[in-house]
C-alpha cells in the first residue's frame, strides 16, 4: 500500500542518508560489502515506490490501477454507502458518477441557454445546461416546449430575428444583449392571439433594425422591461396591442420613420419615446402612460397624433412640433403632464374631446389650436387648473364658427397673456375663475439624451 504521509517518505529518505554515511566516506578507501550495498540499494527502491505510488496524478497509468491512499477529512456519511472510500481512484469514480447523476436529473428541460460560443448541432447543445448553450434564438426555442419555458441569453452579440411564436407563460432574457434584425420581419416579434403571458426582461440590452419594425408586440398580457429599441430606417420601431405593460424602455426612431404606432391597450411606465421627423407616438387607443417621455427631436412634426378613444396620461413630458392632439377624435386625458412645442402645443381636430388636468401646457406660437375642431355638437374639450403659455399667437386660438355648440371649458387656469374669448352666437371658449399674468415665465424646455 502506497505510503501517503510525507513525514514518513521522509524518516525513510533521513534513514537512506545515514546509512550511506555510514557506509560510504569520502575520508578513505573503506570497503563495502555486497550486503551493505545491496541493503542502500533496496531502500533507495523503496523510497522511490513510495514517491511514485503517492503521486497523486497518475496520468500514464489505467485509472483501476491507481492505488493511491484517500484520507477523508469530511463526513464518512457524505459518500456513497456511508464510507469514505480507500483509495483516490474510487474518489474519483463517485465524483464523476455524482457530475453525471446531476446532469441528467436535474438539467430542466424548460431552460435554454444562448452564447455566442454555443452549438446548434445535435449533441452540442443542452436544454437547462448553460455549458452547453444553443447559437441562435431560433435553435433554442424550436427545443423548448411551448409553454412554462424560458430562454437566457449569455451575452454577446446576435444578428437574427426572434419570433416567439405560439410561446405562452414565456421569458426572454436578453439582458446586455446586443441583437440586430434582418430582413423584412420585426427583430422580436409575438404573435397576435397565440403568444400570453409572456415576459421580456431587456435590462442593458440594445435591440436594432434597419428593415422591419424592431418591436411587434402582439401578445396577450406581456411584459417588457428595459431595453433600448432603435430602428433606423423609415420603419416603425414599436407596435404593441391586447394588454401588454412596458417598464423602462427607450424607443427610438433615428431615421425618417415614426417611433410608434398603434398603441393599444397597453400600459407604458417610465418610458421613452423619440423620433427625429415623423410623428412620435402614431396613434394610441385605451393605453396609460406614466411617467413617460414622447419627443420628436427634430420638432418638425408631431409628438402625438390620434387618440380615437380614451388614452391616459400621467406626468408625462410631450414635446414637437405640435406636441399633441392633431388628428380626428382626439380623446386624450392628461394629467400633472408638461407640453410643449416649437409651433403649436395643442392642435385639435375634428371630434377632438381632450381633458387636461394640472398641466403645464406652452407653444412658441398659439398655446391652443381650435381652428379644425369640427363633429358632433355635445363634445366638450376641458382645460382644468393648467398653465397656459403663448408665445406670438393666442392663449386660444378661435376659429370661425362653422359648427355650433362645440365646447372648450378653462377653468381655474392661469395665462401668460390676455385672452378674451368671442362672445358671437357659436361661442366656444367658456371661461371659469382665470388668472392672467402677463410677465409669467415660461418653465424650462424638456431635454433627453
Not at 441562435?136 to 424550436?142: H, I
Not at 376659429?399 to 355648440?405: A, H
Request: glycine share 8%; with cysteine; net charge negative.
Amino acid at each position: 500500500m502506497a505510503i501517503t504521509n510525507k513525514a514518513a517518505i521522509q524518516a525513510l529518505i533521513d534513514a537512506y542518508t545515514a546509512n550511506i554515511t555510514l557506509y560510504i566516506t569520502s575520508n578513505n578507501n573503506k570497503e563495502i560489502t555486497g550486503s551493505q550495498l545491496k541493503q542502500i540499494l533496496d531502500e533507495s527502491s523503496v523510497i522511490l515506490e513510495d514517491l511514485k505510488d503517492s503521486y497523486f496524478n497518475l496520468l500514464d497509468e489505467p485509472r483501476t490501477a491507481l492505488s493511491v491512499n484517500y484520507a477523508n477529512v469530511g463526513n464518512p456519511l457524505n459518500w456513497n454507502g456511508g464510507t469514505a472510500p480507500a483509495t483516490q481512484n474510487v474518489v474519483n469514480d463517485q465524483l464523476a458518477q455524482r457530475l453525471t447523476d446531476f446532469e441528467t436529473n436535474n438539467a430542466s428541460q424548460n431552460i435554454a441557454y444562448v452564447a455566442t460560443t454555443g452549438s446548434d448541432t445535435i449533441g452540442e447543445n443542452e436544454l437547462g445546461n448553460p455549458l452547453k448553450p444553443f447559437a441562435t434564438f431560433s435553435a433554442a426555442l424550436s427545443a423548448l416546449p411551448n409553454s412554462n419555458a424560458k430562454i437566457v441569453a449569455l451575452g454577446g452579440s446576435y444578428t437574427e430575428n426572434i419570433n416567439l411564436g405560439a410561446k405562452s407563460n414565456f421569458v426572454l432574457d436578453i439582458r446586455g444583449c446586443n441583437i440586430t434584425g434582418t430582413g423584412a420581419g420585426a427583430a422580436l416579434r409575438t404573435n397576435g392571439g397565440a403568444t400570453s403571458n409572456m415576459v421580456i426582461l431587456a435590462e442593458g440590452a440594445n435591440i436594432s433594425t434597419s428593415s422591419g419594425y424592431v418591436l411587434e408586440l402582439n401578445a396577450i398580457n406581456g411584459l417588457v422591461v428595459g431595453g433600448i429599441w432603435t430602428a433606423t430606417s423609415s420603419n416603425i420601431c414599436v407596435i404593441t396591442t391586447n394588454q401588454n405593460r412596458i417598464v423602462g424602455s427607450t424607443f427610438r426612431n433615428t431615421s425618417t420613420g415614426k417611433c410608434a404606432d398603434t398603441l393599444n391597450n397597453g400600459q407604458f411606465i417610465n418610458c421613452i419615446f423619440k423620433s427625429n421627423t415623423a410623428t412620435t407616438i402614431n396613434r394610441t387607443n385605451n393605453s396609460v402612460f406614466i411617467a413617460c417621455i414622447i419627443e420628436n427631436s427634430i420638432v418638425s412634426n408631431f409628438a402625438i397624433l390620434t387618440s380615437v378613444t380614451l388614452s391616459l396620461f400621467i406626468d408625462c413630458g410631450i414635446k414637437g412640433r405640435v406636441s399633441c392632439g392633431v388628428g380626428a377624435d382626439f380623446k386624450g386625458r392628461f394629467q400633472g403632464c408638461k407640453i410643449e412645442a416649437s409651433g403649436k402645443a395643442i392642435g385639435m381636430q375634428g371630434d377632438a374631446q381632450p381633458f387636461f388636468y394640472n398641466c403645464t401646457i406652452s407653444g412658441t406660437e398659439d398655446c391652443i389650436d381650435m381652428t379644425l375642431v369640427t363633429g358632433a355638437s355635445t363634445s366638450q374639450s376641458q382645460f382644468v387648473d393648467c398653465k397656459l403659455f403663448a408665445g406670438t399667437g393666442d392663449i386660444f386660438l378661435e376659429p370661425i364658427y362653422l359648427v355650433s355648440g362645440k365646447k372648450i371649458y378653462s377653468v381655474n387656469n392661469v395665462y401668460n397673456k390676455v385672452f378674451v374669448p368671442s362672445v358671437t352666437a357659436e361661442q366656444r371658449v367658456f371661461e371659469f375663475n382665470k388668472t392672467q399674468i402677463t410677465d409669467f415665465v415660461v418653465p424650462p424646455s424638456i431635454t433627453i439624451t
